[in-house]
């Protein structure tokens, strides 16, 4: 059976997914306001939500539906090799869920953004010295450039394959054989999860002000001495 042939076939749960593009709406807005102290709490607090999303992925990754299991698609380097080799060769393999390559981009985003995350609280908390800061920001642009490596894998792995990647990460199908999917989306935990994110943004933002103002009073008071 090609895949061209196959139906479109529920692979990917509505939690993944949500995950999925939180992580990417987190990361870019942190990214963004990295460098600005005026964005300073929006940077914290997308930094903390990804913190909790890569915690959420981790226990999802033990419990979760078959194909978000790390069972399901950590495998060693000699099956990364293994993929590899065959995208130039006539039959590429073919993976219903992550492939071996995706899966250890996966591994790394996941280690990538707890270690950011860990630097970045560990700064703002003033926990230590400026080599936390440059761990950070280490970490922050090895981030980054995972990132832009599993783009390029994703649009690779697109076109070889002939299946839109990114849009079986909106809808979670793939055409594979039904034998091969789930049978269980589970929105309702995806939105539990999706409003825990929005409560805690919104306690954030309720914070907000009181933060600018002590912020405000604290420089102010520090140009007085200064003066």
Known sequence: MTIESRSPTLVWDVPVR??????????????????????????V????????????????????????????????????????????????EHHTGHNPAGALAIVGLLGLIALTAASGWATYS?????????????????????????IAGVVVGSVVHRENLVRAMFTGRKPAPPAEGI????????????AAVLGFWWVQWQSAPADAGTQMTNLQTKLHDDD
């Open 45 to 92: 607090t997308l930094g903390y939500t990804m913190a909790a999303l890569v915690a959420f992925r981790v226990v999802w990754g033990l419990v979760g539906t078959r194909h978000a299991r790390f069972a399901s698609f950590v495998r060693g380097p000699g099956a990364v090799w293994s993929y590899l080799r065959s995208l130039v060769g006539p039959r590429p």
């Open 183 to 194: 049978r269980r989306g589970w929105a309702a935990l995806a939105a539990v999860m999706l």
């Open 126 to 150: 003033e926990l230590g010295g400026e080599w936390l800061e440059d761990l950070h920001e280490l970490a922050a642009n090895g981030l980054m450039a995972l990132v832009v490596v599993h």
């Open 18 to 43: 949500v995950f999925h593009w939180l992580l990417v709406l987190c990361f870019a807005g942190a990214w963004l306001t990295a460098e600005s102290e005026h964005w300073r709490l929006l940077h």
